[in-house]
């Protein structure tokens, strides 16, 4: 009788357990390039919240994919 440890335990490899937050990575830092004289200039005050949520939305994103 053959037993396995823990440690045999079938894992996906590192570029298939990589790419979906690579491709998220490269999805921001492209979006990031954008040049910045394409949007409008906003006042500090006047930002939109909700923008904000969402840019930590799309980073939280990006770290939970890392980990």
Same mark, same amino acid.
């Given at each position: 009788?053959? #037993?396995?440890? *823990?440690? &045999? ?5 590192? #570029?298939?357990?990589? !790419?979906?937050?690579? *491709?998220? %990575?490269? @999805? +921001? %830092?492209? *979006? ?5 004289? %394409?949007?409008?200039? !906003? &006042?500090?005050?006047? +930002?939109?919240?909700? &923008?904000? !949520? +969402?840019?930590?939305? @799309?980073?939280?994103? *990006?770290? %939970?994919?890392? !980990?």
């Amino acid at each position: 009788m053959v #037993t396995r440890k *823990l440690s &045999d335990k079938a894992r996906p490899g590192f #570029t298939r357990a990589h !790419v979906p937050s690579g *491709l998220w %990575a490269l @999805v +921001i %830092a492209l *979006l990031c390039f954008l040049p910045g004289d %394409a949007f409008p200039e !906003v &006042d500090f005050w006047a +930002i939109n919240w909700e &923008d904000k !949520v +969402i840019h930590v939305g @799309v980073f939280a994103l *990006l770290g %939970a994919l890392m !980990v």
